[in-house]
């Protein structure tokens, strides 16, 4: 009897910058439904290595396996499909369009279309979209709130809702909780925690180890490409990652 | 309450529409009756698609994010390499098509350098600007050929219909008008541009083809800024060389008084129109008014830099309308 394989497999991955070694033979396995910390300095190579699973860049060498099968992860669409998304930190939503077409960005459902292009069913996106953000637990008035006029943490709320609906195997948020308030970051932490209990992949990519500590259940350090310190929140502590970044 | 008067500022093209409404009574009273007549409306009404779809190109553009100063230029050459086809004994609907393509070739162009060279559209089209225009010149020979009329099927361009209120080009453009609309509002692709001229990034890393988007924008602007120059051409019988000179200005204080901002993102096809018609309405009923037609372009540029501050001040004003989100 095997276990199952784990949701995302990483063996020998290589990623250089003009000269740079930016990702020097990462491997690393995630078992289906953890939370992941993943921290390190910056340069370290974490933000490289989301970019590599969210198909943002190439890798230059090295194997990515999802639930088993090797893949190859070309662009940010064929990482969805693969059911990996990313919340970034700058939270990848248009400010001057509605929350419902911010929902749907790129994957509009049409009532018909010819070649790709059609026309947008609009009443499934609002109800939907009102939907996915009931059940992040945010709660806004209307789905056509343009995104400007929310606050960073609902900002973060509804790109996570997005995720959500698209039913994510495996969600990355890359500091979610950059440049937000005290009260918004302990609100964007909430939503992190209610995820675990969906039984969502989480990694959490951030520089507050104690973000980390308080939302994950492993943590993740890497220092010059490599990983360095790989353990259970509840087997380390913040001095024993502070020494090994 | 307060979430309708906030709807209502956020849509600059409203208050575009209200000045609009302030400006015809005004003209109406100072010309003593003659604007709003019959007679003027069609003259208003008959120029008007020439300069509007050239603005509704240049507003779907520039909500994408970039700027296309070309469309002058390209505004003449369609007309001009037509008119040079059908003398040279090429039937008209062959020569028309090449017209198209010719133009869809220069917004290929247009997008191409400016997105492989990551270079500010500004630069590009500024440059396209000089070089179509004297393409223009050199292909005429610095003089207007002759337009073979008998050749064109004047009816389907310029010709009256209704009952002699609208020309041809009128009823084109108005379904143009529709059209652009519908693909802006109701349509993935009208997300897609939006998005595009938004926030870049954004529409990146959620997979819209951006830089499609970008080639589709640029390609759709010059062939209608071709298409507005040829019933220009038809409507006045005549190729001249320098035909639309200086209307890149125009277009793009059309989309800027109806509220399509420079960053991106922001605007509609409807507010592009509104700002075109106030342009024409404005040339028109100075000349009415018997004010001195010196004063058309100083009007124009009060009207844009008016309208610019006017929208950001609405924007602000909306924004600190708190309604609960």
């Given at each position: ?136 637990d945010l709660h806004l008035r209307s789905p056509?709130?343009?995104i400007a006029e929310l606050s960073g943490g ?92 | ?280 309405v404005i040339d028109n009923g100075l000349v ?38």
């Amino acid at each position: 009897m095997s276990l199952p394989a784990p949701i995302i497999s990483i063996r020998g991955l290589h990623k250089w910058y003009s000269g740079v070694h930016a990702l020097n033979g990462i491997d690393l396995d995630i078992e289906s439904g953890q939370s992941i910390g993943l921290v390190g300095d910056n340069g370290a190579g974490k933000s490289t290595l989301i970019k590599v699973l969210s198909g943002v860049e190439l890798p230059d060498g090295g194997e990515i396996r999802v639930e088993g099968r090797p893949v190859a992860i070309r662009s940010p669409k064929s990482a969805m499909r693969l059911g990996i998304e990313t919340v970034y930190q700058y939270n990848s939503l248009v400010p001057n369009m509605s929350v419902a077409r911010n929902l749907f960005i790129g994957r509009e459902p049409l009532r018909f279309s010819v070649g790709g292009i059609g026309v947008m069913n609009q009443r499934k996106m609002r109800e939907d979209s009102a939907q996915a953000i009931a059940d992040v637990d945010l709660h806004l008035r209307s789905p056509d709130t343009l995104i400007a006029e929310l606050s960073g943490g609902q900002r973060q709320g509804v790109a996570i809702a997005r995720a959500m609906y698209f039913k994510s195997k495996v969600l990355i948020l890359d500091e979610p909780t950059n440049h937000l308030s005290v009260r918004e970051t302990s609100k964007v932490l909430g939503f992190v925690r209610g995820l675990a209990t969906q039984d969502v992949t989480t990694i959490l990519i951030s520089h507050n180890l104690h973000h980390v500590f308080i939302s994950c259940e492993r943590v993740v350090a890497m220092a010059r490409g490599k990983v360095v310190l790989d353990k259970k929140v509840t087997e380390t502590s913040i001095d024993e990652i502070v020494d090994a970044i | 309450m307060k979430r309708a008067l906030k709807i209502y500022l956020e849509k600059p093209e409203l208050a575009g529409v209200l000045l609009l409404i302030v400006l015809m009574a005004f003209f109406e009273v100072r010309s003593h009756g003659v604007f709003l007549s019959l007679q003027n409306i069609r003259g208003v009404l008959g120029l008007l698609p020439e300069v509007g779809a050239v603005t509704i190109g240049f507003a779907m553009l520039m909500i994408c994010g970039e700027f296309d100063l070309s469309v002058g230029s390209v505004f003449a050459i369609m007309p001009m390499s037509i008119a040079l086809m059908l003398i040279a004994g090429i039937p008209f609907w062959p020569a028309f098509a090449v017209g198209i393509a010719m133009c869809a070739v220069i917004g290929f162009l247009n997008a191409l350098i400016t997105l492989r060279f990551d270079i500010p559209s500004f630069i590009t089209t500024l440059g396209m600007l000089f070089v179509v225009r004297s393409l223009t010149i050199v292909m005429s020979g610095g003089f207007p050929p002759l337009l073979a009329t008998d050749k064109v099927p004047m009816a389907l361009f310029t010709g009256f219909v209704g009952g002699g209120l609208f020309r041809a080009s009128f009823i084109w453009f108005v379904a143009l008008v529709v059209l652009a609309s519908a693909i802006m509002s109701i349509t993935n692709f009208g997300n897609w541009i939006r998005a595009t001229g938004g926030f870049i990034e954004a529409a990146r890393s959620m997979g819209i083809p951006v830089v499609r988007v970008k080639f589709s924008c640029f390609m759709i602007c010059s062939i209608l800024a071709g298409l507005a120059g040829t019933v220009q051409v038809f409507r006045l019988q005549s190729p001249f060389p320098n035909l639309g000179e200086s209307l890149e200005l125009q277009a793009i204080a059309g989309s800027v008084i109806g509220g399509v901002a420079l960053t991106g993102g922001v605007g509609t096809v409807f507010g592009a129109v509104i700002g075109a018609l106030l342009i024409r309405v404005i040339d028109n009923g100075l000349v009415l008014s018997r004010i001195d037609a010196n004063w058309f372009k100083f009007a124009i540029g009060a009207l844009t830099v008016f309208a610019v501050v006017g929208n950001s001040w609405l924007r602000r004003t909306a924004r600190r309308i708190k309604v609960e989100v």
